[in-house]
């Protein structure tokens, strides 16, 4: 089997590593010329942590990033409020990772470039997708180099002006706001403590502001700001002077712009996920609102959730992808979404980030056409202790592109490659398990 991905940011290099390690050709091609270089989405969510510890990728992705930052709020010159999007929650057994993560995306996409490449796979710059045709058993595809390519299955995970998307001639349903907009992007600011961050605001508007989040990995901020008329000036003088007018002349001097676009509101979900041999994930199927930090993990659970099932290859098996994963990118938009009218609102609350935000709610448990994976909730973690007497987590028994069959106290042997003997009494709580009971564990940690 061979497949080519249209994209190189995290849902395309998530599902790149996830076929390159189940030993399947892939080629990952892009049309830029060069790596992005911003922070984009810089917000993990602790269930994106728990794929990349499969992934195998969590510890340079912990070691590169930081806390989420408390914020300092201040509102017409003085300082008001210290606050964070969320408190930090402590770990338990069965949720290791409780708090998001901030890592800029370039940084992200370049560990998963990393992790790809050690499977011998190279992301292939300046090679777009210019057409393609298929069959009811290949694929074949025009690359902007003049090659044509012969694959299994093709994925657009090409952002959302997909060209894939719009090739297929799939409806993407939604909205853009052109009522907002903002200025987003990187830059160094001397005057400001680069352990916190800062939101600035009149005291008349207060949620109507300019916000500084420190990146990880040097001395950069990720700033947003809203603009007023329909010229933006994305230039530093252009940002410094909106710093100026919502800290006060001589707050913070700016320097280092590496980045910077101007963002509006957009909403949007893809009608359908898959024609045929051809599939979307990522921005390409859904695009978010910042808000709450959902648009890139809910991409990097796309590719995760696809990969073994292109592997796989059943029909029955790959066409659970669509409905597992859009209607949780419907779910997830609806978040995103009462979050974005929040802020339109003036809420306070909307500086705040809930469960829902996590993604560790995730389930798959009442879709009734999934069968035959049956699918349900995500699984926990939990202490275990391995046919060597040692004590070892769930999830590291889990790593690795296989299923996994959790028995509990069993007295009979078991076939299964994968098969874990469960005695531990936590383990039986966190799971509610008698013994006797088994439990399968798909590959994208899910029950089955």
Same mark, same amino acid.
């Given at each position: 089997?061979?497949?080519?991905?249209?994209?190189?940011?995290?849902?395309?290099?998530?599902?790149?590593?996830?076929?390159?390690?189940?030993?399947?050709?892939?080629?990952?091609?892009?049309?830029?010329?060069?790596?992005?270089?911003?922070?984009?989405g810089d917000g993990l969510?602790?269930?994106?942590?728990?794929?990349?510890?499969?992934?195998?990728?969590?510890?340079?992705?912990?070691?590169?990033?930081?806390?989420?930052?408390?914020?300092?709020?201040?509102?017409?010159?003085?300082?008001?409020?210290?606050?964070?999007?969320?408190?930090?929650?402590?770990?338990?057994?069965?949720?290791?990772?409780?708090?998001?993560?901030?890592?800029?995306?370039?940084?992200?996409?370049?560990?998963?470039?990393?992790?790809?490449?050690?499977?011998?796979?190279?992301?292939?710059?300046?090679?777009?997708?210019?057409?393609?045709?298929?069959?009811?058993?290949?694929?074949?595809?025009?690359?902007?180099?003049?090659?044509?390519?012969?694959?299994?299955?093709?994925?657009?995970?090409?952002?959302?002006?997909?060209?894939?998307?719009k090739q297929l001639g799939?409806?993407?349903?939604?909205?853009?706001?052109?009522?907002?907009?903002?200025?987003?992007?990187?830059?160094?600011?001397?005057?400001?403590?680069?352990?916190?961050?800062?939101?600035?605001?009149?005291?008349?508007?207060?949620?109507?502001?300019?916000?500084?989040?420190?990146?990880?990995?040097?001395?950069?901020?990720?700033?947003?700001?809203?603009?007023?008329?329909?010229?933006?000036?994305?230039?530093?003088?252009?940002?410094?002077?909106?710093?100026?007018?919502?800290?006060?002349?001589?707050?913070?001097?700016?320097?280092?712009?590496?980045?910077?676009?101007?963002?509006?509101?957009?909403?949007? #979900? $893809?009608?359908?996920?898959?024609?045929?041999?051809?599939?979307? %994930?990522? /921005? *390409?199927?859904? +695009?978010?609102?910042?808000?709450?930090?959902?648009?890139?993990?809910?991409?990097?659970?796309?590719?995760?959730?696809?990969?073994?099932?292109l592997a796989d290859g059943?029909?029955?098996?790959?066409?659970?992808?669509?409905?597992?994963?859009?209607?949780?990118?419907?779910?997830?938009?609806?978040?995103?979404?009462?979050?974005?009218?929040?802020?339109?609102?003036?809420?306070?609350?909307?500086?705040?980030?809930?469960?829902?935000?996590?993604?560790?709610?995730?389930?798959?448990?009442? #879709? $009734?056409?999934?069968?035959?994976?049956?699918?349900?909730?995500? %699984?926990? /973690? *939990?202490?275990? +202790?391995?046919?060597?007497?040692?004590?070892?987590?769930?999830?590291?028994?889990?790593?690795?592109?296989?299923?996994?069959?959790?028995?509990?106290?069993?007295?009979?042997?078991?076939?299964?490659?994968?098969?874990?003997?469960?005695?531990?009494?936590?383990?039986?709580?966190?799971?509610?398990?008698?013994?006797?009971?088994?439990?399968?564990?798909?590959?994208?940690?899910?029950?089955?």
């Amino acid at each position: 089997m061979n497949v080519l991905i249209a994209g190189a940011g995290p849902t395309g290099l998530t599902l790149g590593i996830e076929l390159a390690r189940r030993g399947i050709a892939v080629r990952v091609i892009d049309k830029a010329t060069e790596f992005f270089d911003g922070s984009r989405g810089d917000g993990l969510q602790p269930r994106t942590l728990e794929v990349f510890e499969d992934l195998g990728v969590l510890d340079e992705v912990l070691k590169q990033g930081r806390s989420v930052p408390l914020m300092k709020i201040h509102l017409s010159g003085q300082l008001v409020d210290e606050r964070r999007m969320a408190e930090p929650v402590e770990p338990t057994a069965d949720i290791p990772y409780p708090n998001a993560w901030m890592l800029g995306q370039s940084r992200t996409e370049k560990i998963l470039r990393d992790k790809l490449a050690e499977y011998g796979v190279q992301v292939e710059l300046d090679t777009a997708i210019v057409g393609f045709s298929q069959t009811t058993d290949v694929v074949t595809a025009e690359l902007s180099t003049g090659e044509t390519v012969t694959a299994d299955y093709l994925v657009g995970a090409d952002g959302g002006k997909s060209f894939v998307r719009k090739q297929l001639g799939i409806a993407f349903e939604g909205t853009t706001d052109e009522s907002i907009r903002m200025l987003l992007g990187d830059v160094a600011a001397d005057g400001l403590d680069h352990e916190v961050g800062y939101w600035f605001a009149a005291k008349d508007n207060p949620m109507s502001g300019i916000a500084m989040t420190p990146l990880s990995g040097g001395d950069q901020f990720q700033f947003g700001a809203p603009l007023d008329g329909e010229d933006a000036d994305t230039s530093i003088e252009g940002l410094q002077a909106l710093v100026d007018n919502y800290a006060g002349p001589g707050t913070a001097k700016l320097r280092d712009l590496t980045w910077s676009t101007v963002w509006r509101p957009n909403v949007r #979900l $893809a009608e359908k996920f898959r024609v045929g041999r051809v599939f979307i %994930a990522g /921005d *390409a199927a859904h +695009v978010h609102p910042p808000t709450g930090g959902q648009g890139l993990n809910t991409g990097v659970q796309d590719a995760y959730n696809l990969g073994w099932k292109l592997a796989d290859g059943r029909e029955e098996v790959l066409a659970t992808y669509e409905t597992e994963r859009r209607t949780n990118a419907a779910r997830v938009l609806g978040i995103s979404e009462d979050l974005m009218q929040k802020h339109v609102d003036g809420d306070e609350s909307a500086l705040e980030r809930g469960e829902n935000t996590r993604q560790l709610d995730v389930s798959y448990r009442d #879709l $009734a056409d999934t069968r035959p994976l049956t699918s349900g909730d995500r %699984a926990p /973690d *939990a202490p275990v +202790v391995d046919a060597e007497g040692n004590k070892v987590r769930l999830f590291e028994l889990f790593r690795g592109p296989h299923e996994t069959l959790l028995r509990f106290s069993p007295t009979t042997p078991s076939t299964h490659p994968h098969a874990v003997e469960i005695t531990s009494p936590e383990a039986f709580a966190i799971y509610h398990a008698q013994p006797g009971d088994e439990i399968l564990i798909r590959p994208d940690g899910y029950l089955a």
